[in-house]
């Protein structure tokens, strides 16, 4: 156990990428971050997801969680927001869309929880 | 000898940096902050330092899990501007200052600090965003940058006394380098905010002030905070505020702050602060491994 | 807890890896450095240590110069064997122990060790050529490594002493581990040789000799003596004896040595030494931050 | 000046690879390592080096030093030994002539000065 995350489990909604979380998800986070960013793998990733999913050896559970953009799922899969948000961005998807999934909200409710929403 | 003028601290969110590229500085939504950021750019262009030493993170961009540093240093004589999924923005290139950087990279780790050493890969909204604001570009940079990256995504990371004493270190580096160059500190991340899981949307302004008030006058506090404290009270990724302990540990210990701007809008205390040295030249420590904070 | 049962010394030429995959274990040229390794293999067929911690460097194989750590830990489950440009070697890949290795990132990281933490890279002669002849491999290997890998390549280099220090934070770290295992410290590379430049062929028995009797009995004077020392007195790339100095900071301060073996055919000086402890369990140092040795 | 490479000068025939040289020379350093580590790679460099030079931008002095596998060149323009040594892997030249190479001498020369010059 890290001690400088000690108390943490007591903190709801939140989950540290650590190394063990790191180890464990490191074939999803790899094939995210390198369709994502290396603009050379984009066009086909956008083409044939399923074909990249198979040629990647991703779980029937990963492909799944990366069709539906579920990104809840993929948080509590593992996955790192970082890695994640830039799916999004091929998508043109912009990240409140991701917070309110994240929260299980829809972006409406999502958006009057903040001061200024047309800040986003 | 070089000389240090001073140290920013800067929020990095990638939405400034999408605001400011679509020219709303005038929007009632995101002229708060770019009216913060006006004394900044004046402030740098009074000062005019030949080198911001930058203190920063890659957010899963450049770097990736299975080659993932503590700490990097960029030696590189100009790095790219990242593509983050949507093309890279508009600017030019960033100038490396490599001379500069190599002498900081031997100081270091002669001072037992285990520095990866990168070239040649982009900068991410980590640097880019804030430094667009502060920084005329057009057509060109008005100085180098030195980039050093913390890890703050991939737990363990660096405590945040390791940081402050990276920053020390770093400064003692600066102190001996010959040439006669002028240097600014720029600490990024925070303020208080989470964007992941359902914690997402967290913010504290009590925190965020009380926080200000310790980086400038007490930060030994900041020191002695745990990881899970900093999650508890500015939210899981506004444990990016232990980049700002790095540029505090770069400056004297008493330091006044000549400007700050806090605006809070969307999910991320969006604040910008200036420091400058009471006693300019005050080195921070007296001498290698000395404790954090006398 | 982890028990530990001792240290091992030992070159990593790769020509040890390709004569030993050509099968000259009784070739004339050959024997007096096989017959050295049996009884290392011996020694770790009756300790049956479950992880051998093995420090070691990687040769711009798996890691270049865009990107150069200069301590990096491995914590994948699995490793697989480089291909150095020949093929790889008809090795199975080896195992890692990722529970260890995370945990010892975690302790070295919260004590000021900044790591770079790597997944999926294969691993060099730096680790397989020596491991090959001292383990068992057919069909598999008979325990786990954590690979642990030093910057001996681009310079500025970690000290000497801070390679001792990180083989007591790892110590430190193995002696925390709360899973009952049995774990061995390698440290490879040397002795004397230089394999670039117009210097290449140099070698020096007696720094040689003087050398191991100094990484038993007195590892403090090898933590004084600068990189450049290292060059003069072993070759610039005998320099690389520093990562036996980790293996050394993570055993007791009085060891024993228990077998040796020196070969100087061609151009390195091949050498393996095994080293228990005299009093086992003894922790190398008091605290976190000790001084290195004193 | 790093202290602890104090007094290297003079130590004669001896390359310290710090970051000066590394900055300097990473073009050509990258440029072999990607040719001879990435195994995808070595068939058209082998087939076609100077296609790759000029896609690379290499300078003609270190398309040169490649060309005459220079090894004594190579060194003193700041190629790193291990980065070098990949190319004569990909070409079955043994380390030996690499050796004799940088010593200016004939690889028969150089093997008289070694204890057992049958075990290279
Ligand atoms: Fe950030
Ligand atoms: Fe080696």
Redesign the interface.
Known sequence: M???????EA??????????V??RT?RI??FL?SM??K?ENRPQFLADPEGCFERAGLTEQERDLIRKRDW?GM?HYGV????ME??A??DGIP??VI?AG???ESLED?LK???????? | MARVVGGIGTSHVPTIGVAYDRGKQDDPAWKPLFDGYRPVARWLAEKKPDVLVFFYNDHATSFFFDFYPTFAIGVSPSFAIADEGAGPRNLPPLKGHSELAIHITESLVNDEFDMTVFQDRPLDHGCNSPLSLMWPHDPDWPGAIVPIAINVLQFPLPTARRCFKLGQAVRRAVDSFPDDISVAFVGTGGLSHQVHGERTGFNDTDWDMRFLELIEKDPAQLCEMRHADYIRRGGAEGLEEIMWLAMRGALAPKITKVHQNYYLPFTTAMTVAVFEEQEAGTPPAAGRNAEAVS
Do not use: C, H
């Not at chain 1, 929880?113 to 986003?120: D, L």
């Open positions: 890290n001690v400088q995350l000690q108390g943490i903190i709801d909604g939140t989950y540290p990428f650590d190394l063990r790191s180890v490191m986070n790899k971050w994502t960013t603009p809840q948080i790192n927001f970082f890695v830039k799916i961005r091929l990240n409140a917070y994240m929260r299980a999502f929880t903040r001061n200024v929403p047309e800040a986003r």
